[in-house]
């Protein structure tokens, strides 16, 4: 198997090296292809050096697999490009999630959409991915109605720059403008403004959660309102997550369905102080979701708390996993 990862040098693409090797993906070579910039240099991969190449470079050796993780602009452009030479791409940027003639997967819920022909695939966004994991069985059993989110992202979610603002501030040092990935100081301080913000004063990040949510589980009609902010955090993304379903629930049911469910560990013993918390899920896989609870002022609705290593599930695992169902199911490799 001849893996491309599109980005290798950035925050992702350093975590997609990682996963790659623990999960044991059957990778015989590996091509870390980033920016011109970064041509020449070198990545450690099963403890061999490899060579950052270029795009076109890429293309010409014709990988079987290229998962991108370079922004959206870059995946607009190039992913085409390797789609056309044969390449099964697995974007992870924006670019193609709301196309309708792309399929937008997390592979514990509709894995089984996809086929062979399928070259360009979208992976969600990291802060939808951990959330429709822990409401698809909620949805099959009750029907979601309305859902309420709020969100409390990690700085990891902006990227490397975001990460040097929080350790600089941190430290007391102050920066310039143009050292900063945010427009006010991230340190002892939360930001409600994830991405840009559109023309109906919500954010970008926060209508994701709206389109990509009613995508996944195929139903335009359930409504979505959220709120996203940016918090302090390195190791993973939490939401805060108020559902209203079609039909009365029993909570010991919701748990039970969240218990066999793939993907989701469940910690929710609060008598204890046992919840989820993105400092126990940094380097995890798993979405783990806690704190269920019957909404007192609506008999359909309930309280949940949700939490995920936005750079493991929310990113490099998720297209990994849906590498590894097109690998399963002889669409790529020879």
Not at 27 to 46: C, D, M, Q, R
Not at 49 to 60: L, T, Y
Not at 159 to 170: C, I, M, S
Not at 225 to 234: C, E, I, K
Request: proline share 5%; hydrophobic share 40%; with cysteine.
């Amino acid at each position: 198997m001849k893996v491309a990862i599109v980005g290798a040098t950035g925050l992702v693409g350093t975590v997609m090296l990682k996963a790659l090797q623990e999960r044991n993906f059957p990778v015989t070579e590996l091509l870390a292809v980033a920016s011109e910039k970064s041509i020449g240099k070198t990545l450690l991969f099963k403890e061999k050096e490899i060579k950052v190449i270029g795009m076109k470079e890429a293309i010409s050796r014709k990988p079987d697999v290229a998962i991108f993780s370079a922004g959206g602009n870059t995946s607009l452009e190039w992913a085409p490009n390797f789609a056309e030479a044969g390449v099964t791409v697995i974007d992870n940027s924006s670019a193609w999630r709301m196309d309708p003639s792309k399929k937008l997967i997390v592979p514990e819920i509709n894995a089984d959409a996809l086929t062979k022909d399928d070259k360009i695939i979208a992976n969600p966004n990291c802060s939808t991915i951990q959330m429709v994991a822990a409401l698809a069985p909620l949805h099959r059993a009750y029907g979601i109605k309305r859902l309420i989110i709020s969100t409390y992202q990690s700085i990891t979610g902006t990227g490397v720059k975001a990460v040097r603002q929080y350790e600089a501030e941190k430290m007391g040092q102050k920066l310039s403008p143009d050292e900063m990935a945010y427009p006010h100081p991230i340190f002892a301080n939360c930001l409600p403004h994830c991405d840009v913000f559109l023309d109906n004063d919500y954010t970008k990040e926060e209508m994701k959660l709206v389109h990509e949510t009613q995508k996944i589980l195929k139903d335009p009609n359930i409504r979505i309102s959220a709120t996203a902010v940016r918090v302090p955090v390195l190791g993973g993304h939490s939401e805060a997550v108020n559902v209203e379903f079609d039909k009365i629930f029993d909570i010991s049911d919701v748990k039970n369905l969240l218990q066999k469910a793939p993907g989701i560990t469940l910690v929710d013993n609060p008598k204890e102080n046992e919840y989820p918390m993105p400092l126990t899920a940094n380097g995890q896989d798993d979405v783990f979701v806690g704190r269920i609870r019957r909404d007192i002022s609506s008999d359909k609705a309930l309280n949940m708390w949700i939490v995920s290593d936005n750079l493991r599930k929310g990113a490099a695992t998720n297209a990994i996993q849906i590498a590894e169902y097109l690998n399963t199911k002889g669409f790529i490799g020879k």
